[in-house]
Nanobody, 125 residues
Framework: VQLQASGGGLVQSGESLRISCAAS????????LGWFRQAPGKEREFVAAISRIGGFTEYADPVKGRFTISRDNAKNTVYLQMNSLKPEDTAVYYC???????????????????WGQGTLVTVSS
């Protein structure tokens, strides 16, 4: 599967933004999907993940209550709705896929084998 992220941009603190990741090559419903981010000078970190089926989700503590991950298997697309954005959310956001069974969700970056190119989200104060 190939992944293509889009939708990044420049927003002000407190605003919202939705980024998307389209899968091609193989059906996205074969995979558990996740979002990660990498800020300048920092390591890539987990943001959110959603199971292959059942809609089970997991979030990193800094984004809980503000970000929502969702998927539309008919469109082979995963979304990340980001509300109440903060300057510390500024990063390149990457989508990733891992083979999974059923409702499994994993935040371990090492378990993801397929990565898309990133999309830059900049939050100004």
């Amino acid at each position: 599967v190939q992944l293509q992220a889009s939708g990044g941009g420049l927003v002000q603190s407190g605003e919202s933004l939705r980024i998307s990741c389209a899968a091609s090559g193989r059906s996205a419903n074969r995979y558990q999907l996740g979002w990660f981010r990498q800020a300048p000078g920092k390591e890539r970190e987990f943001v959110a993940a959603i199971s292959r089926i059942g809609g089970f989700t997991e979030y990193a503590d800094p984004v809980k209550g503000r970000f929502t991950i969702s998927r539309d298997n008919a469109k082979n697309t995963v979304y990340l709705q980001m509300n109440s954005l903060k300057p510390e959310d500024t990063a390149v956001y990457y989508c990733a896929a891992r083979s999974a069974i059923g409702s499994a969700v994993d935040s371990d970056i090492e378990s993801y084998g397929t990565w898309g190119q990133g999309t830059l989200v900049t939050v100004s104060s």
